[in-house]
């Protein structure tokens, strides 16, 4: 039987190249071909193909000469918030379009310095502003997931187009960034794996900024063992940025397999929501007694300031967002709008180069660090996040890790989604509180919604301990034997 | 606490974006309804809360200060919409 090449883990890629049963140019082609045939999924804002292949050709004479490196000829997708030198980079935005980096971000430069491929820049949420990539100047990105309706459905987002580019077999693993969810909430929403690690683990160089003190790289995978992988090649010390760790990186790849028994998993009641859906709340219950079954113990936690993360998180993401974003000015690069007067010309180019939910959030985040209200909204905002975060340190003496469910609700139709921003807010209503206190939290696909849609599960660990996420993950994993979208649609066509 | 319009104005005009007359009346909305969901926070008690001690994540990583990087005009221009001689323009700010 022929392999399907698309149908590879990372894992499985890599091992298929050091054996030459398949090339990295067989391999990128494959993909290239992939993505040619699904623009319709709108997941790609710029497809670098040649490139692709001109490192593909490189990579093969280094495994020819077996000098492979740990992702040599690996085609990945990078999410268009991460710089690449000489190659457009637009965080979704029309202020940015057109924008060539002058240099190279940490991560995609860790990558290439692994060996990896690049297939192009994937479509987010503007300025990963979003959970549904419906805010991106470039159009939103379609799930390859259908529910029965055929309705279109979202990713979810910020990393949309990452999550729909590795479930449909646009590319074997993708770079994505969570602020607020937004890893965990699109691999959930689309059956793949995603680890938004600790705060430091990976280096934010490069890395268009959004709210710089819970901004963190991390992959989306087809599965643990490649989320292990990724995140090795990802995660380095670096100079560049204050806030990256020294800490010693663990080989992630070799603690996968090492189970969860007697390790304690607290289980919280401040998530068990009001409202929240009976396949979501028995997807948790199954991922208890999973995790029971292979042996680990259950403890029951409490997070009390659980409710307050959200709000929290919008008065100190918008604060942040808009300091940042306050570079944007049409002077030094990307677009600039006329203006008779300097004043003029930055109203008119920021005006027309930020789309609506951005200059919400720049607003409210104005007005919060605004004099007379920074001590009632910013400054309030800061303890309480403290409090998140040491509610956490409480769990952390009783427990390894947390299991809860990644999101409250499945993909939702795009045509489905609210015109109330507050509503929209709420996607992350189980994630936030991870970047708050700038914990490491995997999402794994455990199983379906009544409509036949992935859900996933996330498990949250103390800081710098993303090995307890990569052992538990992949235990759930196991346990649930979901079935990809890939998987699905080869047996459908049958 | 309610944003009236004038303060929409206020906000938009520190922030350098442009409001067209006929946005302020829906942005006035969002935001409110975005503090509406903010208030909340005023439930909680954090008179006791110290934000100094941050434990794990409060050390930041000295380096040596010295100039480490730099000499590249070019490529700091290149992505200018407007250059001369080596510098970006804008309107003429001073008569």
Known sequence: MKTNLLHLTLAEARDGLKKKIFSAVELTEAYLKAMGEHRHLNAYILETPELALEQALKSDKRLAKGEGRALEGLPLAIKDLFCTEGIQTTAGSHILEGFKPPYESTITQNLKNEGAVFLGKTNLDEFAMGSANITSYFGSVNSPWKRQDGKELTPGGSSGGAAAAVSAGLAIAATGSDTGGSIRQPASFTGTVGIKPTYGRCSRWGMVAFASSLDQAGPITRDVRDAAIMLEAMASYDPKDSTSSSREIPCFEKVVGQGVKGLRVGIPKEYRLDGLRDDVLSLWEQGIKWLQEAGAEIVNINLPHTKYSLPTYYVLAPAEASANLARYDGVRYGLRVRGKTLDELYENTRSEGFGEEVQRRILIGTYVLSAGYFDAYYVKAQKIRALVTHDFEAAFQKVDMILTPTTPTPAFALDERSTDPVVMYLNDVLTVSVNLARLPAISVPAGFSQEGLPLGLQLIGPAFDENVLFRGGRVLEEAANFQPWLHKKSSSSL | ?95
């Open chain 2, 1 to 95: 606490m309610s944003l009236d319009q004038k303060t929409v104005k206020r906000i938009a005009t520190l922030a350098r974006i442009k409001l067209n007359p006929d946005r302020i009346e829906s942005l006035q909305h969002d935001l409110n309804r975005i503090l509406d969901f903010i208030e909340e926070l005023n439930e909680v008690d954090t008179s006791q809360v110290d934000l100094l001690g941050d434990g794990t994540f409060s050390t930041l990583s000295f380096r040596k200060d010295t100039v480490n990087d730099g000499g590249y005009v070019d490529k700091i221009l290149s992505n200018a919409p407007e250059v001369a001689c080596n510098m970006f323009v804008v309107p003429k700010v001073v008569e």
